[in-house]
């Protein structure tokens, strides 16, 4: 009984992560989306001005779920197996977790909680979208998430989904056929989660839950009485959008309004010229919509929480895994494959892909994005977007919240990474981060707990922090960032003074950038990460950068 006394005295944990969300897309964070519920855990708790994640959804996924570099998990890509079936060898591209990590529910379960998650797996393996007759769930190549340490699942393994019939759904270790006739997942990562809550209240030991989002992800789905609610807050364009949440981020204490704002890209446009700007408007309420549903979400979870009198012991965390998607969509892309997702709906109606704008966006039978432009206003004041390492794809906002330890709200500047979530979970769990696991030596962690700022609300993070993702790459020390996209050289920037990256400072501190590579090498020697393009694959850098060119040096 002691025993079972001490547990629950321990704190519960719900780990909430959106998909492809920009910096400035809540209300906390200078947004004119309703997001009520995220902004209360905000209004308790703390905020995280310069939290930064993997610059994209695999990456990030491992890094969150191991506090490890990504390339030390085998997940340094995405889902695709690098180096196979040919006779090279590149374990940290293998495209699923590799069993020299461990995912924080395989650590809390060894120390005595019940592990739940709901949503976007991602991080085992690739599917064919176009042949289901392929998938092979939970063989040594697509772990799931129940062999990964979770109790329970509900959710998808792919990378994306149409929101209405979504392909690739588990429940535990079963594939799953739905009633597509009143499905919109969102709202079914949210429902299972609060069913998971009720399950968790059965027992006296403490529950870790990942709530894994696949909003506001493409395609552009949602609910015609969501969408009703933004038409035509966007009618006055990008440019006031990113002047407005500058502002906003500024007022709140956020962002140092010394920062300037960085320019449009210089793949958008003004918006004056834009000629459908009503059907911008519309893409733009419809990835608001996507937004705002899931916030209703997460008060459900919220809510459930406070009615099982489970609030004030449980940790709630809430970030982003990458930046804004300036990912375009048109039928003739390459990138991603706009096939795998054109299959008819469950009734025959065939799929509008890419954004044509003789269609509207929102429904089940369209398949669309919200573009560069837009993800470029998600991403204020920041330049770039999800998949580079400059500001734009890696800064995400975080939320700490925990009524029990922290009474009033406040907001830390220090920078901090994804992999730091996980040793900070550990610490408060008093969890012991195991040397072993299932007969294999674990990778010691990377990432260094940050609970101090709940007790003494401040911290400072002692180590670097680095980023390789399809050869963008960037480095982190302090007030300084070195950063290069890909095919390019280093750029070097004061963060203090510069953290929208407008002043590169390479040629006049050519010592310190220097010295700054010289650790980057060290640490891609150290953590397995390769050159770009990875033998044997080939790689068109154009098709990285086609669609989102910089617009400042």
């Known amino acids: 009984m002691e025993e079972l006394s001490e547990m629950a005295s321990k704190p519960n944990f719900v780990l909430i992560l959106a998909d492809d969300m920009g910096y400035s897309d809540l209300g906390c964070y200078g947004s004119e989306i309703n997001t009520p519920n995220i902004d209360s855990l905000a209004s308790n708790g703390i905020r995280?001005?310069?939290?930064y994640n993997s610059a994209r959804c695999c990456p990030s996924r491992a890094a969150l779920l191991t506090g490890l570099n990504p390339q030390q998990t085998g997940v340094g890509h995405m889902v695709s197996t690098f180096g196979q079936p040919t006779s090279i060898n590149v374990p940290g591209y293998q495209g699923y977790l590799n069993e020299t990590s461990a995912t924080i529910a395989e650590v809390l379960k060894k120390n005595g909680y019940q592990t739940y998650m709901s949503g976007k797996w991602h991080v085992g393996?690739?599917?064919?979208?176009?042949?289901?007759?392929?998938?092979?769930?939970?063989?040594?190549t697509h772990p799931t998430p129940v062999q990964r340490g979770f109790d329970k699942f509900f959710g998808i393994v792919a990378g994306a989904a149409n929101f209405f019939h979504p392909k690739t759904l588990m429940k535990d270790e079963n594939l799953l056929d739905i009633d597509t006739s009143d499905f919109y997942l969102t709202d079914a990562i949210s429902d299972n989660a609060v069913s998971m809550l009720e399950d968790s209240s059965k027992t006296e030991n403490?529950?870790?839950?990942?709530?894994?989002?696949?909003?506001?992800?493409?395609?552009l789905h949602a609910y015609e009485e969501d969408i009703a609610r933004y038409v035509g807050k966007y009618r006055h364009g990008w440019d006031k959008i990113r002047t407005n949440r500058h502002e906003e981020l500024k007022g709140k204490g956020i962002l140092d309004s010394k920062w300037e704002i960085s320019p449009r890209n210089s793949s958008s446009m003004p918006w004056e010229t834009v000629e459908e700007q009503d059907w911008e408007d519309l893409r733009m309420a419809v990835y608001a919509a996507m937004v705002?549903?899931?916030?209703?979400?997460i008060g459900k979870i919220l809510g459930k929480l406070k009615e099982l009198s489970l609030d004030e012991n449980t940790v709630v965390m809430f970030l982003s895994d990458n930046g804004g998607c300036a990912e375009f969509l048109a039928e003739e892309t390459e990138r991603p494959t706009p096939l795998q997702y054109s299959s008819p709906t469950p009734d025959g109606r065939k799929i509008q892909m890419g954004n044509n704008r003789d269609f509207?966006?929102?429904?089940?039978?369209?398949?669309?994005?919200?573009?560069?432009?837009?993800?470029?206003?998600?991403?204020?004041?920041?330049?770039?977007?999800?998949?580079w390492t400059h500001e734009g794809g890696i800064s995400t906002p975080f939320i700490l919240n925990w009524p029990k330890k922290i009474k009033k709200s406040s907001i830390v500047h220090k920078p901090t990474h994804i992999i730091d979530i996980a040793a900070t979970i550990y610490d408060a769990a008093e969890a012991v981060y195991p040397k072993e696991h299932n007969g294999n030596q674990i990778t010691p962690l990377e990432g260094s707990s940050?609970?101090?700022?709940?007790?003494?609300?401040?911290?400072?993070?002692?180590?670097?922090?680095?980023?390789?993702?399809?050869g963008s790459r960037a480095m982190r020390n302090g007030e300084w960032k070195m950063v290069s996209e890909v095919g390019e050289g280093w750029e070097l920037y004061n963060m203090t003074e510069d953290r929208t990256e407008l002043n590169n400072l390479a040629d006049k501190e050519r010592g310190r950038l220097l010295k700054m590579q010289k650790s980057y090498e060290g640490w891609m020697n150290r953590c397995g990460v390769e050159e770009w393009p990875i033998p044997p694959q080939t790689w068109d850098p154009t098709m990285h950068a086609r669609h989102a060119h910089s617009s400042a040096r």
């Open 360 to 387: 509207q966006p929102g429904p089940d039978d369209t398949f669309m994005s919200y573009d560069l432009p837009w993800a470029n206003a998600s991403n204020t004041p920041f330049r770039l977007f999800k998949r």
């Open 292 to 297: 705002d549903r899931m916030d209703q979400g």
């Open 450 to 470: 940050f609970l101090e700022v709940v007790e003494k609300g401040a911290w400072s993070r002692n180590h670097s922090i680095f980023w390789e993702h399809e």
């Open 125 to 140: 393996g690739g599917y064919d979208l176009t042949d289901a007759s392929t998938w092979s769930p939970g063989n040594k």
């Open 206 to 219: 403490p529950f870790f839950m990942h709530v894994a989002y696949t909003a506001p992800h493409w395609p």
């Open 48 to 51: 995280f001005s310069q939290m």
